[in-house]
């Protein structure tokens, strides 16, 4: 059994995204899946410090520092692509018109409560952001992290210990283990990496799982380990 590194887990969630979407990504880990979209798929990436349209970096494409997302990482723009004031940013939040949000995640409940902005002994200064926004005003809220704390400890739980960004808005969770769909009958595991049992799966996870009937093998291409950024972490960085 093998777990996703962080490219494949950004790669299987990009492919999650439909054609046509308005979609935030996050700082940390959700930043990558603007890397792995399908070529036939016509999708707009929000960001909130005033971007709408904006891309990755080509491979050797030289980076502008007055060019930034909302993680502080280079991007360019789209023909067409929109730069506006961060307050009309969060109107485009607040007013519903995003379809997805991407975020990463400390802890996710049974219930979809939603912690990913601060850990108990964090030194840094509470900074919950424009999570707290996006967790509401996006119509959809996907998460991306690992199964697992470093420690062990499982993420997906019972009820939340942290303090939450927001309450009963998670959609789908996207581990390095599983694809796991929040639903009116509980949290349904969709998919499950190869050489992983249920059981298995049960055991690493703190809130009860369900097995869907239709549930499939969680394939994605060999990508190779995500570089990391050599700056200090962002506070709030997942």
């Not at 030289?62 to 789209?78: C, F, H, T, Y």
């Not at 998460?143 to 704390?149: L, P, Q, Y």
């Not at 969709?190 to 394939?219: C, H, S, V, Y």
Request: glycine share 10%; proline share 6%; aromatic share 6%.
């Amino acid at each position: 059994m093998t777990p996703l590194n962080r490219n494949q887990m950004a790669w299987r969630v990009a492919h999650d995204i439909p054609d046509g979407s308005y979609v935030n990504l996050g700082v940390g880990m959700p930043l990558a899946v603007v890397n792995f979209m399908p070529d036939d798929r016509d999708i707009v990436f929000h960001s909130e410090n005033g971007l709408l349209g904006m891309r990755d970096l080509k491979p050797g494409e030289e980076p502008d520092s007055e060019l930034v997302n909302a993680g502080k990482r280079p991007v360019r723009m789209l023909p067409g692509g929109a730069f506006f004031h961060h307050a009309d940013s969060f109107l485009m939040i607040r007013g519903g018109h995003l379809d997805f949000a991407v975020l990463g995640a400390y802890e996710v409940a049974e219930n979809g409560d939603l912690a990913n902005w601060r850990l108990l002994d964090s030194k840094s200064a509470p900074a919950v952001g424009g999570a707290m926004d996006l967790v509401y005003g996006a119509k959809k809220v996907l998460v991306i992290c690992e199964h697992n704390s470093k420690d062990g400890s499982p993420k997906i739980v019972k009820e939340a210990k942290l303090p939450l960004t927001g309450r009963e808005c998670v959609s789908k969770i996207f581990t390095d283990h599983a694809v796991i769909e929040r639903t009116g009958d509980g949290m349904v595991v969709r998919e499950m990496i190869e050489g992983l049992t249920f059981d298995e799966l049960q055991d690493r996870t703190g809130a009860k799982l369900r097995l869907a009937n239709d549930w499939k093998p969680l394939i994605t291409p060999d990508l190779p380990v995500e570089e990391r950024p050599s700056r200090k972490k962002q506070v709030g960085e997942i």
